[in-house]
């Protein structure tokens, strides 16, 4: 991948990283998306994948290890995302509030920066969807093309 790859791939994550903060703070359809345990883990993947796309534009010689870092986050990401769309599938296998939560909670970055790690929602709420999908299945959908991308352009041969 080239420099300006890494760039789109790392601004979009950010991007989405922002708008799941917007529908936080702002809310969509009157309702204010309250992020849950799952969520918050979600936005470390994508940071993740951000972070180490930036690296590795700036560290050339790690860039194949950066590169597959952001496929572990990736991976990481896409693999929480599925999880909570099964949770909203099957909402019986919720507990309500999760002890994940507290956990989260506890982390100085959830204390420092609430408005991006703090866990305050239910992983099995559902909340309106946006253009035909719940948020997590947007995020399973951003996960599957980050990993996707990722992958092939890691196999792929450099010319």
Known sequence: MNKAQYLCLSLLSLGLVAFAVILQQVGYQGVSFLPCPLCILQRVGYLG???FCFLA???QPLKKFFH??????AGYGLSVAAHQVWLLSHPENSCGIDPLETWINQFQLAQRLPWLFKAD???SA???AILGLQV????LVWFGIFLVVLLITFFRKQK
């Open 68 to 73: 597959g870092l952001a496929i572990i986050a």
């Open 126 to 128: 559902q909340l309106p």
């Open 136 to 139: 997590p299945e947007w995020s």
């Open 49 to 51: 994948i951000a972070i």
């Open 57 to 59: 534009i700036g560290i």
């Open 121 to 123: 929602g239910l992983c």
